[in-house]
């Protein structure tokens, strides 16, 4: 049987990154991102409705992510979602928590101002990903009929 499993969520962090290195000398960024949701309901009152998730990068794309992101900062985070599953030590219940690992992303919006005053600033631009920009579909002659 076929599976798929692909995420694109874009949102703000919730956190500066937490960034890790493990033994064997490998980065591991955990980030917590806000997606919002704005709706109308029935009877044309806003609706609003936030949704957190875990986001967790590897490698160099950890390094990136702890250098140039920051709490607040929006972000375009494609990956695929990983249950991760643990037996609470205090009350022996099974646990779940469903999360992101990260796969690729794109910073979004231009440069802020503000946020956290902790973090090194640079002269150089942050770099770019490697996520492709979207298309707008296959033109009339890639069209076969």
Not at 24 to 30: L, P, Q
Not at 45 to 57: C, K, N, P, S
Not at 62 to 88: C, F, H, N, S
Not at 103 to 110: A, I, L, Q, R, T
């Amino acid at each position: 049987m076929a599976s798929f499993n692909k995420v694109i969520l874009m949102g703000n962090l919730t956190r500066d990154p937490e960034l890790r290195y493990t033994p064997k000398g490998t980065a591991v960024a955990k980030l917590g991102l806000a997606v919002n949701r704005t709706w109308r309901n029935a009877d044309g009152q806003q609706q609003d409705e936030t949704t957190f998730v875990d986001v967790d990068a590897f490698g160099k794309q950890a390094e990136t992510l702890g250098q140039y992101m920051q709490k607040g900062r929006p972000i375009l985070v494609e990956g695929r979602l990983k249950l991760d599953q643990w037996e609470d030590k205090n009350t022996g219940q099974n646990r779940s928590k469903l999360g992101v690992i990260l796969e690729k992303f794109s910073f979004v919006g231009g440069s802020q101002s503000g946020g956290s005053t902790n973090t090194p600033q640079s002269s150089a631009p942050p770099p770019t990903s490697d996520v492709p920009p979207f298309e707008d579909g296959p033109s009339d002659d890639d069209v076969p009929f």
